[in-house]
């Protein structure tokens, strides 16, 4: 167990609502991370943050947002959620190495979201 | 743009075979490829590689990598129904270590 936990786990929601995913670590790791997982399509990163305030867009960035306003907590905002953006959202973060060393990824338990 | 094939999509196997699964890549800079499994939940982590030949080895897992041709492979040997999940393969790129995974392979071991 990393420390990672997402709120909430399942949600429901319709077309034009805004929607906020919740990732909170309690570990005080730098790097956080969010992938949206769907079939056919594998994991794939939609922001990520190397610091408080520090966010940058990921592959698949279009319609989400992100803040990162203390180290614990990275929150995912869909503005105006679309179908499109029904999948599995996970969460996860990276230590920080001494020098060049490589860590891995821990991953949260994930948030089912499905936008009617 | 950074690419990675993992090869067979699914398989099914009987308890107590070994099986092989394949991820290929294409990359700019390479860092480390990553292997996880994945159940009906989060992904875990199973193996980082970032040397060629060098086989890393836990259990009746082992993987290795070759830079050279661009792949790496996942060993289980005597397969057990606990191993049943979605195998994932990622690569770390240079910079902030973001992660480019595989589509997966859905290993299915029957008793």
């Known amino acids: 167990d990393a420390g990672i936990t997402q709120s909430p786990r399942h949600k429901v929601t319709e077309t034009g609502t805004p929607v906020t995913l919740r990732c909170h670590q309690t570990?005080?790791?730098?790097?956080m991370y969010w992938y949206r997982q769907d079939p056919g399509h594998g994991l794939r990163l939609i922001h990520y943050?190397?610091?408080?305030?520090?966010?940058d867009k990921g592959e698949v960035s279009d319609g989400y947002s992100v803040s990162r306003s203390k180290t614990e907590d990275f929150l995912l905002t869909l503005e105006s959620a679309t179908s499109s953006q029904t999948s599995v959202y996970f969460c996860?973060?990276?230590?920080?190495?001494?020098?060049?060393?490589?860590?891995?990824?821990?991953f949260g338990p994930g948030t089912r979201l499905t936008v009617l | 743009e950074d690419k990675v094939v993992q090869s067979p999509l699914s398989l099914v196997v009987h308890e107590g075979d070994t099986v092989t699964l394949n991820c290929s890549y294409e990359?700019?800079?390479?860092?480390?490829l990553l292997w996880y499994k994945q159940e009906k939940k989060a992904p875990t982590f199973l193996f980082m590689l970032?040397?060629?030949?060098i086989e890393k080895k836990s259990g009746r897992l082992s993987s290795i990598l070759d830079k050279k041709e661009l792949f790496s492979i996942l060993n289980i040997t005597a397969t057990q129904t606990g191993d049943s999940a979605v195998y994932l393969c990622?690569?770390?790129?240079?910079?902030?270590?973001?992660?480019?995974f595989g589509t997966g392979t859905r290993l299915l071991v029957s008793p």
């Open positions: 970032t040397s060629s030949g």
């Open positions: 990359v700019t800079n390479f860092r480390s």
């Open positions: 943050s190397y610091g408080v305030k520090d966010t």
């Open positions: 990622a690569l770390m790129n240079t910079g902030f270590q973001k992660l480019v």
């Open positions: 570990e005080n790791h730098r790097y």
């Open positions: 996860a973060i990276r230590g920080q190495g001494i020098g060049s060393v490589l860590l891995e990824q821990f």
